[in-house]
């Protein structure tokens, strides 16, 4: 007696699961080209849920998904290089101050105008530490003051003195207060550079109102340049004949 047809062991009986034809398929990627006709009989929900569409406009549609990604990563990029290029021009355009002024006071002055003019820096300080009051008047303007090392005040910066890396955020109350002393309030964001190692020169600060225009995931690779040039220049002033005089 023959067996049933139900119990027949054939291919028809049980076809390969998803995973089998998925790895059939990916085992054979030519697998559509000898049979043409079943690519264009195969229908795919439309990604709406409201028609079905060929395989070959499915395909067409990620295609052009991806392209439009790549346009979007494309535009990223180009700005990207654009700001790149115009802070290149911007710290260009410092370095160029800073090789024109022939004493530290010029030097300080065209570190100003350049943060100020160029890179819209409307607060912003310098703190002169250590000795560098042998070099520059002893006096406190909105841009440059001085300070001692064993001031109590630098106390909070300690930390920052002795990473002597570029920081960027918020900080204390403390900090912001003896950076903009009567200005505090109003700066949300600060940039801390050092100058020279172990900020052997001093302390460049630049505020913003703007709680993000300063913050902890941003590159520090330019305020890190700015302070490289800053204290070059400062350093040099230093021992250009009569800089100690310059403010006597």
Request: some cysteine; hydrophobic content about 40%.
């Amino acid at each position: 007696m023959s067996k049933p047809e139900a119990e027949d062991s054939g291919p028809a009986a049980n076809p390969p699961a998803d995973q089998g034809v998925a790895d059939y398929l990916a085992d054979h990627p030519d697998f559509f080209e000898h049979h043409a006709g079943l690519l264009e009989r195969l229908r795919l929900p439309h990604r709406s849920g409201t028609a079905t569409v060929s395989l070959v406009e499915r395909q067409v549609s990620v295609l052009q998904e991806k392209n439009r990604g790549l346009e979007r990563r494309l535009r990223e990029l180009v700005e990207v290089a654009r700001f790149n290029s115009g802070l290149s021009d911007k710290i260009h355009a410092l370095a160029l101050r800073l090789l024109h002024a022939n004493d530290v006071m010029a030097v300080l002055g065209a570190l100003e105008a350049g943060l100020r003019e160029d890179f819209g820096a409307s607060q912003a300080v310098v703190v002169l530490l250590h000795n560098t009051s042998e070099i520059v008047p002893r006096e406190r303007t909105r841009f440059m003051r001085h300070a001692d090392r064993a001031d109590a005040a630098l106390k909070p910066f300690s930390t920052f003195i002795q990473q002597s890396k570029p920081r960027c955020g918020r900080i204390r109350d403390a900090q912001r207060e003896f950076l903009f002393p009567g200005e505090a309030a109003g700066i949300a964001s600060v940039a801390m550079v050092p100058l020279g190692d172990d900020c052997e020169l001093g302390i460049l600060a630049i505020g913003s109102n703007d709680p993000e225009r300063f913050n902890p995931t941003m590159s520090t690779d330019f305020l890190a340049r700015i302070g490289q040039l800053a204290s070059a220049a400062l350093a040099a002033a230093r021992l250009e004949p009569g800089a100690a005089r310059g403010g006597a």
